[in-house]
C-alpha cells in the first residue's frame, strides 16, 4: 500500500507571493491534517479536512487555507508570503472516525526569501 | 491546557542502555497518545500509541507507561541500538477532528 505522498518535496519563494501544496492520502483514508514544523514551535496543527470538509482548525492566520477533494486528496494554500512561513509542512492521513492513526508524509520544505 | 509537556529535550544513552523520554498533559479529554518517530529530512513514523484504559503497551523493544491519575506517559526503549537515534515526538488527541497536539521532541542518540 503506497504511504502518504506530498508534492513538491522542496519549494523556494519570495515574501508575498502565494504557494499551493499537495497531499495524497493512503487508499482508503478519508481524513487529511495538516502540521506546520519549525524549530521553534515544534509540530503546529493547521487544519483537519474529513470527507471534503474542514473538521478543525488550528490557531494560524487567514492566510493559511485549505480544501479537500472527492478522492481525499488535499492542498494547503499559503498567500501573502512571510519570512516566518518558512518551515516543513506535513499531513497526515487516517481512517477518520474513530480511526486515529495518522501516517505522515515526508513534508514540504517551503523557504520564503 | 491544550500543552504536552516532554521531556528531556536531548538524550544521550550507550548502545544497550535503556531509553526513557516522558511526556505530561492537563486536558483530562484527551484519550489517544502515540508516539512517533521522526529521522533528519523524513516524516513522522508512527510508532506506537496507547488509550488510558490501559497502563501499558509493548511493541517489541518500545513500551509505553502510561499513568491517568499523574496525567503523564512515558516511553521506554529497551537494548538501545545506534539505529534508533532520532528525534521522539509524543502526542495526545481528544477526538476532534483529528487534531494531535505534540510535545517539543526529543533528539535521542545512541552511542556504540
Known amino acids: 500500500k503506497a504511504g502518504v505522498t506530498q508534492t513538491p518535496r522542496y519549494l523556494i519563494k519570495t515574501r508575498g507571493q502565494q504557494v499551493t501544496l499537495s497531499c495524497s492520502p493512503i487508499?482508503?483514508?478519508?481524513?487529511v491534517s495538516w502540521y506546520q514544523q519549525t524549530p521553534g514551535q515544534g509540530l503546529q496543527f493547521l487544519f483537519e479536512?474529513?470527507?471534503?470538509?474542514?473538521?478543525n482548525k488550528g490557531n494560524f492566520p487567514g492566510r493559511f487555507s485549505g480544501r479537500q477533494f472527492s478522492n481525499s486528496r488535499s492542498e494547503m494554500n499559503v498567500s501573502t508570503l512571510e519570512l516566518g512561513d518558512s518551515a516543513l509542512y506535513l499531513c497526515?492521513?487516517?481512517?477518520?472516525?474513530?480511526?486515529?492513526?495518522?501516517?505522515f508524509g515526508q513534508g514540504t520544505r517551503l523557504t520564503v526569501v | 491546557q491544550q500543552q504536552v509537556k516532554q521531556s528531556p529535550q536531548s538524550l544521550i544513552v550507550q548502545k544497550g542502555g535503556i531509553s526513557i523520554i516522558n511526556c505530561a498533559y492537563e486536558?483530562?479529554?484527551?484519550?489517544?497518545f502515540p508516539w512517533y518517530q521522526q529521522f533528519p529530512g523524513k516524516g513522522p513514523a508512527l510508532l506506537i500509541a496507547?488509550?488510558?484504559?490501559?497502563s501499558e503497551k509493548k511493541e517489541g523493544r518500545f513500551t509505553i507507561s502510561f499513568n491517568k491519575s499523574a496525567k503523564q506517559f512515558s516511553l521506554h526503549i529497551m537494548d538501545s541500538q545506534p539505529g534508533d537515534s532520532a528525534t521522539y515526538f509524543c502526542?495526545?488527541?481528544?477526538?476532534?477532528?483529528?487534531?494531535?497536539?505534540f510535545g517539543q521532541g526529543t533528539e535521542l542518540s545512541v552511542k556504540p
Open positions: 496507547i488509550r488510558p484504559d490501559v
Open positions: 486536558n483530562t479529554a484527551f484519550d489517544y
Open positions: 502526542a495526545a488527541s481528544d477526538n476532534q477532528g483529528g487534531k494531535l497536539i
Open positions: 487508499s482508503g483514508h478519508r481524513s
Open positions: 479536512y474529513f470527507s471534503e470538509t474542514q473538521r
Open positions: 497526515a492521513s487516517s481512517l477518520g472516525g474513530q480511526g486515529y492513526e495518522a501516517f
